[in-house]
Nanobody, 128 residues
Framework: QVQLVESGGGSVQAGGSLRLSCAAAGGYTGLCMGWFRQAPGKEREGVASISTGVGRTNYADSVKGRFTISRDNSKNTVYLQMNSLIPGDTAMYYC??????????????????????WGQGTQVTVSS
C-alpha cells in the first residue's frame, strides 16, 4: 500500500518561506508527483506537479515564480519550496501521486492527479 507522508508545514508571516516534504513509501516508483492545497471553505486546487523522467514541472498561476517543486529520486521524496508567502497561501497542503502510469503531459494535468494517492496533509498558515 502506497503511503505519502507530508511534513514541513507551519506558521509564518507574509513574505516568509517554508519547505514542504513528502516521502513516498510502500514501493511507489512513479515518476509523477504533485501538491494540492485546500483552504477553509474552498475546493482543493492543484499547486504544482513534477515528472522527473523529463524534468517537467507545472504550476498553478497563483504560485508561479514563488513556489518550486523538486524531487529526490534516491529518497523517493518530493519537495515544495514556498517563497514570498501571502495570506492567500494559507491552506492544508497535500501530496499526491498517480495510482497508474501517467506520462509527462498527463502529469501536468491536475485533474488527472486528483484521482491518485493522497497524503494526510500538512497545514500552512501565513499571517499578514
Amino acid at each position: 500500500q502506497v503511503q505519502l507522508v507530508e511534513s514541513g508545514g507551519g506558521s509564518v508571516q507574509a513574505g516568509g518561506s517554508l519547505r514542504l516534504s513528502c516521502a513516498a513509501a510502500g514501493g511507489y516508483t512513479g515518476l509523477c508527483m504533485g501538491w494540492f492545497r485546500q483552504a477553509p471553505g474552498k475546493e482543493r486546487e492543484g499547486v504544482a506537479s513534477i515528472s522527473t523522467g523529463v524534468g517537467r514541472t507545472n504550476y498553478a498561476d497563483s504560485v508561479k515564480g514563488r513556489f518550486t517543486i523538486s524531487r529526490d529520486n534516491s529518497k523517493n521524496t518530493v519537495y515544495l519550496q514556498m517563497n514570498s508567502l501571502i495570506p492567500g497561501d494559507t491552506a492544508m497542503y497535500y501530496c499526491v501521486a498517480p495510482r497508474d502510469f501517467v506520462d509527462y503531459i498527463q502529469c501536468g494535468h491536475f485533474g488527472i492527479l486528483k484521482s491518485g494517492y493522497w497524503g494526510q496533509g500538512t497545514q500552512v498558515t501565513v499571517s499578514s
